[in-house]
Nanobody, 115 residues
């Protein structure tokens, strides 16, 4: 069983930055596609960014140029650097390992962008 633990969420003003971290309980970061998703009340969970085992990255159009996904295999950790945050980025952010259909999920961390 893989456990993913997210951290780094919080309240930030528009234009601010946050860095989310996701630590895995096993050495899977370097072997699986890792991703960040987000969800707001009443909406389906949506993809934010993914990084493959070959370091290929993919971003939602809404975050391109503002968010960066990266990983540290030695620390079993995936990061999401979020810059120029907007109120519409407010959501619960979830870490995923192995894809949205059959993969593993973290418990989520709340990000609130508000003045």
């Amino acid at each position: 069983q893989v456990q993913l633990v997210e951290s780094g969420g919080g309240l930030v003003h528009p234009g601010g930055s946050l860095r989310l971290s996701c630590v895995a309980s096993r050495e899977i970061i370097g072997w699986l596609t890792m991703g960040w998703y987000r969800q707001t009340p009443g909406k389906t969970r949506e993809l934010v960014a993914t990084i493959s085992r070959f370091d290929s990255t993919n971003y939602a159009d809404s975050v391109k140029g503002r968010f960066t996904i990266s990983r540290d295999n030695a620390k079993n950790t995936v990061y999401l650097q979020m810059n120029s945050l907007k109120p519409e980025d407010t959501a619960v952010y979830y870490c995923n390992a192995g894809g949205s259909i059959t993969g593993h999920w973290g418990q989520g961390t709340q990000v609130t962008v508000s003045s």
